[in-house]
């Protein structure tokens, strides 16, 4: 890719938001230079509002640690900025899903990582090694959102992406039973097992 897509992190001082700056980071494809948190968190440097929570086992990224925090509710000011954003967005599921369109409407893609817009039947739940196809619903979604290139994509539960592409490959062959182990009380919560 020539030139890199500017990424906003929504929910960027939480754990889902950091796991994206960690996994972002030296991205051949994205650039994060955008990071949107709560007002509280709002007009500190990132390293500032994470402060002793960073979760992940590898350093904060040097590209991210001095970017001011923007506040989430800012929709325009933080659309202005980006491409395209990932929410992770610690909100009621209202409150998510209303965020989320907000952005859409100002004609920016959301990738989002929480479950309110799962079950919205325009709103694309991919795994892409297995449903591609639904990324054709956000035609609709467009229309009712009155958009030309804004919309929400979400992906599915956590555990269920991780064996679900193992089952597609095996589906020809009829499993009868799977039985899964998960720990998302753990993760889903924001935890680590040092927590």
Request: charge should be negative; proline fraction near 6%; hydrophobic fraction near 40%.
């Amino acid at each position: 890719m020539e030139k890199k897509l500017k990424v906003g992190i929504l929910g960027a001082t939480g754990m889902v938001g950091q796991r994206f700056i960690s996994l972002l980071e030296n991205h051949p494809w994205f650039e994060v230079v955008t990071v949107a948190a709560s007002p509280r968190s709002a007009g500190k440097t990132y390293e500032e509002a994470v402060g002793g929570r960073w979760k992940m086992d590898t350093p904060m990224p040097e590209s991210v640690k001095s970017l001011i925090v923007l506040n989430v509710n800012e929709v325009e000011k933080v659309a202005e900025t980006v491409d395209f954003v990932f929410s992770a967005v610690d909100m009621t599921k209202e409150e998510i899903k209303a965020i989320e369109e907000a952005y859409a409407k100002t004609e920016t893609p959301v990738v989002s990582n929480n479950s309110a817009h799962r079950w919205t039947p325009d709103v694309p739940m991919v795994v892409p090694e297995i449903n591609v196809e639904h990324f054709d619903v956000i035609e609709s979604q467009k229309k009712r959102l009155g958009t030309e290139r804004g919309f929400i994509a979400v992906k599915p539960n956590c555990s269920i992406q991780s064996y679900t592409p193992c089952l597609a490959a095996w589906k020809e062959f009829g499993p009868k039973e799977v039985v899964a182990t998960t720990y998302q009380a753990i993760s889903g919560a924001g935890k680590t097992f040092k927590d």
